[in-house]
Structures are given as C-alpha cells and as structure tokens.
C-alpha cells in the first residue's frame, strides 16, 4: 500500500493494543474474538468458543457462577 503517516492517536491505540495483549499473555488471559475469520484459525478445533472438537481437553476457568435463584430474590 501506499505509506500511511502513523500520527500520535495511532501510535497511542496500537501501543495500547500491545500493552493489554502482553498483560494478558502474562496473565494466561486470552478472550476469544468470534468472527467470520474463525473459519481459517490455525487453533479453531481447540476453542471453546466456536465449539471446537478438542475444546474439551481446555477447560476454561472460570471464578464466576451463574446467580441462583435465592441471588435473583434479593436483588
Ligand atoms: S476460533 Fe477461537 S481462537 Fe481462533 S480466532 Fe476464533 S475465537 Fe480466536
């Protein structure tokens, strides 16, 4: 393509972009962003979230639980 001027918001955006991206590899955090180019990820069979055949050998964690029905009474 033809050259682009990377102004100061784009820097600050794709800085950004990689700061919270390597917070989350550190973290082990990786939120799966559904599209259409699901179709060709090299790791779709082992996601969760396009239910992928071999998803079940990588149980998510999770730290939250759905409300009961005593939580839905109190709120
Ligand atoms: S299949 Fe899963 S891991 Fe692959 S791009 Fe889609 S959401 Fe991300």
Known sequence: TELYDLDNNTYRHVSSMYSQAMKGISQGIFVPH???????CPVKDACWAVDGKDAYRYPIETTITAPTEEDKEHQ
């Open 34 to 40: 559904v599209t259409a180019l699901c179709k060709g």
